[in-house]
Every structure is written in C-alpha cells, then in structure tokens.
C-alpha cells in the first residue's frame, strides 16, 4: 500500500511561483499531479516516469509548471511559475503502480489529500 502526502500549497498573487511536494510511502511508478477546481471535474496537470526521463503536461500548464522527482527521498515536486487565477484549484498528488503514463486519473491507483492552491488577481 502506497500512501501519499502533498504540502505546499497557499495563497499567492498572479505572477508568483509556488512548489508542491508530495512524499510517497512505498514503491511508485508513475507519479503525477491532477487538480480540481469547485465545480469541474479532476484535471491532469503533469506526470512523471519512475527515473524521471520522461515528463509529461497538461496544455493549460506546459511551459509554466515543472514536474520532478527525487527517488532517493522518496519525493515528488510541482513547481508553478507563473501562476494565474484559473490554476486555483486543490492540487493533488496520485501514483500508479504500472509504467505506462496516462493522464485519466481513474487509471492511477493511489492519491494524496489534497492541498489547496489560490491565486489572487
């Protein structure tokens, strides 16, 4: 059983930058980052492969938000450049225990809490 956690998140202005983190019990695979605003559905924002080769994003964050993570510690990041009013949402973290990376969050098979993300105008 693979437990997650995400910290990190706050209330920011548009324009700052904010890094998740999300720590892993357990062996992962794919790790990624979905969110989920009030009343839409759970978004894909970015994956991960398990050695880190290959990164994978969403449109509305490529080019502003880096995905990473550090084995060793057991250990993914999201860091947020950038940030906009429309990225309010909660973030939250999932893994899978398959190496294939996909970006519908029923395929993944753990997930964190939540941490939820504001940005003012």
């Known amino acids: 059983q693979v437990q997650l956690v995400e910290s990190g998140g706050g209330l920011v202005q548009a324009g700052d930058s904010l890094r998740l983190s999300c720590a892993a019990s357990?062996?992962?695979?794919?790790m990624g980052w979905f969110r989920q605003a009030p009343g839409k559905e759970r978004e894909f924002v970015a994956a991960?492969?398990?050695?880190?080769?290959?990164?994978y994003y969403g449109d509305s964050v490529k080019g502003r938000f880096t995905i990473s993570r550090d084995n060793a510690k057991n250990t993914m990041y999201l860091q947020m450049n950038t940030l906009k009013p429309e990225d309010t949402a909660v973030y939250y973290c999932?893994?899978?225990?398959?190496?294939?990376?996909?970006?519908?969050?029923?395929?993944?098979?753990?997930w964190g809490q939540g941490t939820q993300v504001t940005v003012s105008s």
């Open positions: 999932a893994a899978r225990s398959l190496l294939m990376v996909v970006t519908r969050s029923q395929d993944y098979d753990y």
């Open positions: 357990g062996r992962t695979y794919v």
């Open positions: 991960i492969t398990r050695n880190g080769g290959s990164t």
